[in-house]
Each structure stands twice: as structure tokens, then as C-alpha cells.
């Protein structure tokens, strides 16, 4: 016989959590009933150890209760059954006998988590309850992180040895001539970033203010990187770790990403600064990567020392985890993904020179100002329209649609091919793209 109750659960989660008690004494279920009603579980009993396995058989059960001396089947034994089929589940054991050798045998079989004694303590046993809830939520947590951590790492492995054959391959062909090689060698490079472009553009596809985020950081973290005058190989890690800044974040809830962070609360807060760990974890089985780990797992690092995960300050924080911090809250600030408004750019800018010193670099700080400071220079490009391409020109930035998706590469070279699914993209989606290419005089 069993009896369910379901009462309004006050945490985040949208299932509460299930409790199963087993009694053969009435009285006990009820006062178990009346106890754990107003803590937000949802209660199932059952007055048999029989009664008890075909409610599990039927139910997603967290954790059970239940009483040692019961008839036909006892608790230890009820529990070593419950270990067996459902070893996922949390057991108590609930005895009002100081019998130590069925307690032992409950603890050997059924690996029960903790054993309570009647009559019980009210405050002790919900405080028990509560500890073991927890406890294996986070241990299905941490397993499910673990699974997706795994996941993604082989899939990056796999794309990663999918590309070193494509090199291996391609570099065959062309020993013939330096020049060749060369030639290969730019296009791999090429289709890396792109590849890594394509990547960014699918994590910000799960957010509609994400759109295009990762690139205006990249970009800022490029002309950043350059003005502080990074090596080239230094440069082109930063932009591709602002790329993948976000990559750490696939497994945060929607709900999360859509506050902003200064509507965090403290759990949450704690959820999101895990983030970093997770990306660094991700790109670790790629040594072409390495240095934009690196990157990533410091970037809520604050100058002053009181950022996450390691509390690093001053210069002991890598300078492109510096560049990218500034760049990504500039844009962050604007968009509205850290305060409750979006800002605009002179406003973003006032704090983020206030920052200086504390959170964020004054180095990096004064060239983010010089790089504000200069007069905009004349355009190298020039925008036409889609029905003024022709065959050889070269795109000057990357052409993106309404909808923030990016459908070619900056640097890509128009083909007869290529124009016309242009012409028919524009022709179905009902608007055209913001095109920009290179003048024939100073086309790259």
C-alpha cells in the first residue's frame, strides 16, 4: 500500500526531490509524513519491505527510510535489495533496537549512509535527509560533468586528428616547391581560424544577446594585443581565446546565461565561475591549444587578486588572460550581460578606466584608451551590394546574416559560385547582407 504527497518546493530545482519511507507502524509514517511535508519533498510510503520494492519498481525514488523490524522481510535485508537494483538511491535505516548485529549487517549489505534511532531527534533526522539529498545530487553532478567533459574532449580529438590528416595530406602534395608549401601551410591556418569562428558561432547560438559577442571581444582582443605589441603567434592566442570564451559555459542552464551577472545569486555566482576550469579542461587534450587553455582558465582573474579560480594578481595572471577580461566586460557591459542595463560605449568606458588598478591591468587599461583615443583612420573597404560582386574579390571582414550567424570567413575570395548562393541567400531570407570587400589597390 502506498500513499503520495507532493508539497511546493522552495529550492531552484524543477523536480523535488522523492523520499520513500517503509514502516509496518502506521503512526511512524505518519509522523514521518508530518515531518518532511513542509520541507518540499515529494513522500512515498510503503507498511512492507515487499510493498516498499514495488514502489521503487515503479517510482523514481532519492532516497529511503525504513524501519529495521518489519515482518517477511527486514530493514537490512529490504536495503541490501534496494543496493542491488537501485544503487543509485540514498538508504537509511531506522531502528529503535540497540542491535548492533543487524545494524552491522544493514551497514555490510544494504551500504546504508547512516542509521537513526527511535525515537528521533525531528531536527536531527531532517538535517540527515537534507545532507544525503545533497550529497548525491552533487555526486550525479559531478558524474554528469564528468560524462560531458569526456564527450566533448573526444569529439575535440577527433576533430583534432581529422586536421593533422588533412595536413599530413595536403603537405604531401605540395613538396614539390617552397612556394607550394607555403601556400598550404596559410590556407591551414585559414581554415583553423575558421573552423574556430564556425565554433564560437554555434556556443552563441544559445543565446540571442550572445550574437557576434565572441568576435567583437576577439577583434578588440587582437587590436589590444598589437598595441601592447604581442608577438604574432601571442596575438593570434588571445583572439582565439576570446573565441572560445564561452565554451566552458555549454554546460550552464539557459536560465543562468540569460541574467545578467550582477542578478547572480551566490549559488549561481559560484556555478558560473566554474566555467573557466571547464574550458581549460576541454581544450587540454589539444597541444596546438595549450597556450589558449591557459588563457581561458585565467580570465576572471582580477589585477588585485580577487578573482576565481586561482586568486592570481599583478603580472602573475598571463597577459592575454589580462587583454581578454577587458575586452570581454567592454562588450559584455554593452550588450547588458553584467548589469541590469545595457550600457552604452562611453559609459562602458568610463568604468572600465576606473578599473584600472584593480580590476584590470592599468597597462592593458592605458592601451584600451589610446586604441578609444585615435582618430578613426579612412576605411580600407568599401560596402556593395550583393549584385555589384564580382569573381576575385576578396571580403574584408566577416559577413554575417540579420541573425548574428556567420556565413563566410573575412579574407575569403568570391567565386561565380559563391556570389550566386549569395544572391539566392538575400533572395529567401528577404533583406540583404551587409557585404564589405577590399578595393583592387589594397586587396590582400
Given at each position: 500500500m502506498t500513499l503520495t504527497e507532493q508539497a511546493p518546493m522552495t529550492s531552484i530545482a524543477n523536480t523535488p526531490p522523492t523520499v520513500l519511507c517503509v514502516d509496518d507502524e502506521p503512526n511512524i509514517l505518519s509522523a514521518l509524513r508530518r515531518l518532511f511535508r513542509p520541507h518540499g519533498y515529494r513522500l512515498l510510503t510503503a507498511d512492507s519491505g515487499a510493498a516498499g520494492l514495488a514502489v521503487l519498481e515503479s517510482e523514481t525514488v532519492d532516497l529511503v527510510i525504513s524501519d529495521m523490524r518489519m515482518p517477511q522481510m527486514d530493514g537490512a535485508q529490504f536495503l541490501a535489495q534496494v543496493r542491488q537494483r537501485w544503487p543509485g538511491t540514498v538508504r537509511l535505516l531506522l531502528t529503535g533496537y540497540a542491535d548492533i548485529g543487524a545494524i552491522l549487517d544493514a551497514i555490510n549489505h544494504g551500504e546504508i549512509y547512516?542509521?537513526?534511532?527511535?525515537?528521533?531527534?525531528?531536527?536531527?533526522?531532517?538535517?540527515?535527509?537534507?545532507?544525503?539529498?545533497?550529497?548525491?545530487?552533487?555526486?550525479?553532478?559531478?558524474?554528469?560533468?564528468?560524462?560531458?567533459?569526456?564527450?566533448?574532449?573526444?569529439?575535440?580529438?577527433?576533430?583534432?586528428?581529422?586536421?593533422?590528416?588533412?595536413?599530413?595530406?595536403?603537405?604531401?602534395?605540395?613538396?614539390?616547391?617552397?612556394?607550394?608549401?607555403?601556400?598550404?601551410?596559410?590556407?591551414?591556418?585559414?581554415?583553423?581560424?575558421?573552423?574556430?569562428k564556425v565554433f564560437s558561432n554555434l556556443i552563441e547560438?544559445?543565446?540571442?544577446?550572445?550574437?557576434?559577442?565572441?568576435?567583437?571581444?576577439?577583434?578588440?582582443?587582437?587590436?589590444?594585443a598589437q598595441t601592447m605589441g604581442l608577438e604574432a603567434q601571442d596575438a593570434r592566442d588571445?583572439?582565439?581565446?576570446?573565441?572560445?570564451?564561452?565554451?566552458?559555459?555549454?554546460?550552464?542552464?539557459?536560465?543562468?546565461?540569460?541574467?545578467?551577472?550582477?542578478a547572480w545569486n551566490g549559488e549561481q555566482l559560484a556555478t558560473f565561475r566554474k566555467h573557466p576550469l571547464r574550458a581549460e579542461q576541454l581544450l587540454m587534450a589539444l597541444d596546438?591549444?595549450?597556450?589558449?587553455?591557459?588563457?581561458?582558465?585565467?580570465?576572471?582573474?582580477?589585477?588585485?587578486?580577487?578573482?576565481?579560480?586561482?586568486?592570481l594578481a599583478g603580472l602573475a595572471i598571463p597577459l592575454g588572460a589580462r587583454i581578454?577580461?577587458?575586452?570581454?566586460?567592454?562588450?559584455?557591459?554593452?550588450?547588458?550581460?553584467?548589469?541590469?542595463?545595457?550600457?552604452?560605449a562611453d559609459e562602458a568606458r568610463t568604468l572600465v578606466y576606473d578599473s584600472g588598478g584593480k580590476r584590470y591591468d592599468p597597462a592593458v587599461v592605458a592601451a584600451f584608451r589610446s586604441l578609444m583615443d585615435q582618430t578613426q583612420a579612412p576605411p580600407r573597404d568599401m560596402a556593395v551590394l550583393s549584385g555589384e560582386l564580382e569573381?576575385?574579390?576578396?571580403?574584408?571582414?566577416?559577413?554575417?546574416?540579420?541573425?548574428?550567424?556567420?556565413?563566410?570567413?573575412?579574407?575569403?575570395?568570391?567565386?561565380?559560385?559563391v556570389i550566386a548562393q549569395l544572391l539566392d541567400f538575400e533572395g529567401k531570407n528577404g533583406g540583404r547582407l551587409a557585404i564589405r570587400v577590399y578595393p583592387p589597390a589594397v586587396a590582400p
Open positions: 547512516r542509521y537513526v534511532t527511535k525515537p528521533w531527534d525531528e531536527n536531527d533526522i531532517v538535517l540527515v535527509v537534507r545532507h544525503a539529498l545533497e550529497r548525491r545530487a552533487l555526486e550525479q553532478d559531478k558524474l554528469r560533468l564528468e560524462a560531458l567533459t569526456a564527450s566533448q574532449n573526444a569529439e575535440l580529438l577527433l576533430l583534432n586528428a581529422s586536421l593533422e590528416q588533412k595536413v599530413a595530406v595536403r603537405t604531401q602534395q605540395l613538396k614539390l616547391s617552397h612556394d607550394e608549401l607555403q601556400t598550404a601551410n596559410d590556407k591551414l591556418k585559414a581554415t583553423f581560424v575558421t573552423t574556430i547560438m544559445r543565446g540571442g544577446k550572445l550574437a557576434g559577442h565572441a568576435r567583437r571581444v576577439a577583434e578588440l582582443s587582437r587590436k589590444l588571445v583572439f582565439i581565446a576570446a573565441l572560445l570564451k564561452d565554451i566552458g559555459k555549454l554546460s550552464l542552464s539557459d536560465d543562468l546565461l540569460e541574467l545578467p551577472a550582477s596546438e591549444l595549450r597556450p589558449v587553455s591557459v588563457i581561458l582558465r585565467s580570465q576572471l582573474e582580477r589585477f588585485d587578486g580577487a578573482g576565481f579560480p586561482d586568486a581578454l577580461a577587458l575586452a570581454s566586460d567592454y562588450d559584455g557591459l554593452q550588450i547588458g550581460a553584467m548589469v541590469q542595463r545595457s550600457l552604452r569573381p576575385g574579390m576578396v571580403l574584408s571582414r566577416d559577413l554575417i546574416s540579420r541573425d548574428g550567424l556567420m556565413l563566410l570567413a573575412g579574407e575569403h575570395v568570391l567565386t561565380a559560385r
